[in-house]
Structures are given as C-alpha cells and as structure tokens.
C-alpha cells in the first residue's frame, strides 16, 4: 500500500496551461502579464486594495516589518504556536519576538495573553490563523488600537477562511500568505502581501526590489534593499489555483467532515474549532488527544508512520525549541505558557493533502482508533 501523504496539492489541466503559456510567452514585455492578473484577482478576493505577489510568506512577513518600521529594539508578539517562519524575521530587522499564549479554543493568540506581554517596547503584534482557523480578532484589533500597536496577519495557513464576513488577511495593518507545496493554494514556493494602505504598498514595492522606485530611472537604487520577486510561471499557477479557490476550499471542508464523522465515536479527542463567526478553512486537520490515552504525540506518530501515514507534530512551542534557548523571552514563556505546554505535546496534523478521497479517511480514522485504543 502507498504510504498516505500529510499534505499535497490539486493541480490540474487548467493549471498546467498557464503555466505552459507562462514559459511560453511571459517573458520580455509580457513578463509580468500573469503577476498583474493574479495580484489583482487575489486582492479581489480578500477585499483588500493591494496585493503583491513574492517568493514566500517569510519575505511578506521581513517586508512588513520593514515597511512597518519596526527596529533594532522594539517588542514583536507571536504566539507561541506557529511556525518559527512567523518570529523569524523579528529578528531578520534586529528586534525581540515575546512569545504570547494560544487560546484554548482556537490555538490561535489568546488576546488575554497578548494584552499582557504588552510593554512600552511592543510595536507590532502576528496573529496567526492557525491550520485554516482564527483568533478572536476583534479583541486583537481593539487592544491593539488602544496601545497603538500595529498588526501583520499571518494567514499562511488561512487563505480563504472568514471572521465576521471578513476574509482572512484582511484584518491587520498587513496581511501576509504563503503558497508553498503544502498549501490549499500552492504555487510550489510563493507568498503574498496585502494591504489597504498606499504608504505601507508604496514603501514595499521600493524594498522588495533593490531600493529602485518602480518606473525609475534604469539601475538608479535609492537604498540598498532586497530581491523578493515571485516569477511568472508560479504567478500563472497561482492564478489558475485561485480561479479554482472555491472548489479547493470546498474539499477541504468535506475531507474535515469526513474526518469528524468516523472519529465521531472517539470520545477524548479535540479537533480543529469553528466557534461562532469564523469560516474554517482547516488546512491541515487537528486531534489533540486527551492526557488519559497515556499517549504523546511523538508515540501517536510513530504508531501512524509505522502503518503508512504520514502526521506532523503540532507545532511545539517557539520558546520551547533550541533556536530560541538563549532568548529571555523564550524564558519568560516556557513558565507563563500553559496553555499552548497543555496542548502541543498531545496533539499532531492528521493528513490533509486534498487528493485525500472519502475512503483513505475512512481508513485513516480506522487505524488512528485502533492505535489510540490499543
Ligand atoms: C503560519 C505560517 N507562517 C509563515 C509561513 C511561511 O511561509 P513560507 O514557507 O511561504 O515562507 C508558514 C509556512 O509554512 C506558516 O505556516
């Protein structure tokens, strides 16, 4: 039997021929030709002004900060589950992440635990939509409007998911996207950057491309800045994804379905949320297993790995991981956590690739309670 994916793609004829028109003909004149179109059909459909299309979600996430002016210095919060491509740059523009806690609920930053690592230092916020979900918003924005404090939306994981109406992305100063092989809509590696604001647009079109003011004069950079450009034919494959978004979605709703219905019978287990007013778009299906199973979720792996499916691990705390040993805020969280140190080690991503049919899900739930009973 082949092994069971965690994740992958849905590509398909449409997609091999704009890609094929990409290498093709998108090229001198025409080299941005499927950019414009995928740009400005993507911030369409977020309900944004601007969108601008780069290499990945982690040069959308150092843009913003950039653009945001954050330095050496200030306070940035994250929460502390996610992945470490949304601290990352924090550190690229020389400032401190301060790990946050998740909400019980959603996993996502708890708006209680944001407001208290708030100081006279913070200067932004990254609220993550985690696994196709979202955090209570409105609360963010609101203590971040109180303190001033600007926010970057990392939806990396959420295209397509929705707060109040609202479409993920939409909600900070800045949203930012990834596209890459793992992604609902993927564009092998890729990312995207929307927002309402023409400053924050205008001072990104300048840093992504060597400090040269778009239309400037040939080779006349005002700064020294950076190289983040996507290239046509990922712009093409995206383009055709996202003409497919909706059906994309739609199976993902039906592969969680699916998942709920034969893990129904499974008492002591948690999956991804939908509480009130958010549309989950659950990119990668969640369980986090009750402590009573005597399981972790390192064992809950290997039991799967060993009949031919493919987990990840939920994300094990930022402040947890070697990378941030000797950061004092990681510290600082490791004791005020509890939260997300409750849940990560009990808790792994089921497969989510969207070729997944109804009876790979059905076979998968089958084993996981067999080695969850076991
Ligand atoms: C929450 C989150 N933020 C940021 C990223 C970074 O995306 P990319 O790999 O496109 O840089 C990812 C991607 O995996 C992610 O899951």
């Known amino acids: ?58 040069s959308a996430i150092h843009l913003a900060l950039l653009a945001l002016g954050i330095k ?30 998740i909400d019980k609920q959603t996993w996502c930053l708890s708006a209680d635990s944001f407001e208290a690592c708030i100081t006279p230092k913070t200067r932004a916020v990254i609220p993550v939509d985690l696994y196709g979900g979202m955090p209570d918003m409105d609360s963010i924005r609101e203590i971040a409007r109180q303190y001033n404090i600007a926010i970057i939306e990392d939806a ?14 939409s909600l900070g100063d800045v949203g930012v996207f990834s596209f890459h092989g793992s992604k609902t ?42 190289k983040y450009k996507m290239s046509s034919m990922q712009a093409a494959l995206g383009l055709a994804q996202l003409e497919r978004i909706n059906e994309l979605l739609s199976r993902k709703r039906q592969q969680f379905e699916w998942y709920k219905e034969y893990l129904a019978k499974l008492d002591g287990i948690t999956l991804n949320a939908e509480p009130e007013g958010i549309q989950n778009v659950y990119w990668m299906v969640t369980i986090v297993l009750d402590t009573k199973y005597g399981l972790n979720k390192t064992q809950l792996m290997e039991r799967l790995s060993q009949r031919g499916i493919d987990t990840r691990p939920f994300f094990h705390p930022l402040s947890s991981i070697p990378a941030y040993e000797h950061s004092e805020q990681a510290h ?35 084993t996981l309670i067999n080695v969850i009973q076991d």
Not at 86 to 101: G, H, K, L, M
Not at 156 to 169: C, I, M
Request: a negative charge; hydrophobic letters at 40%.
């Open 1 to 58: 039997m082949q092994r069971i994916p965690v994740a992958g793609p849905w590509i398909t004829q449409k997609e091999i021929d704009y890609v094929t028109d990409a290498v093709t003909n998108a090229w001198y004149g025409n080299a941005n030709i499927y950019h414009e179109r995928f740009e400005k059909a993507f911030a369409e459909y977020i309900g944004v002004k601007y969108a601008m299309a780069l290499p990945n979600c982690t």
């Open 72 to 101: 050496e210095g200030d306070e940035v919060i994250v929460p502390d589950a996610t992945w470490i491509a949304s601290s990352a740059p924090i550190s690229y523009v020389s400032a401190n992440p301060v790990f946050a806690d």
């Open 156 to 169: 990396a994981e959420a295209l397509g998911a929705e707060y109040k109406g609202k479409r993920a992305g």
């Open 185 to 226: 809509l993927t564009t092998g590696e890729g990312g995207m950057l929307v927002t309402d604001s023409e400053d924050i647009f205008k001072r990104i079109q300048v840093l992504r491309d060597h400090g040269r003011q778009p239309g400037d004069r040939m080779f006349w950079n005002t700064e020294v800045a950076y």
């Open 332 to 366: 600082l969280a490791r004791k005020r956590n509890k939260i997300v140190y409750g849940i990560s080690p009990y808790a792994i991503n089921l497969p989510s690739a969207l070729s997944l049919t109804k009876k790979e899900i059905s076979a998968i739930c089958a």
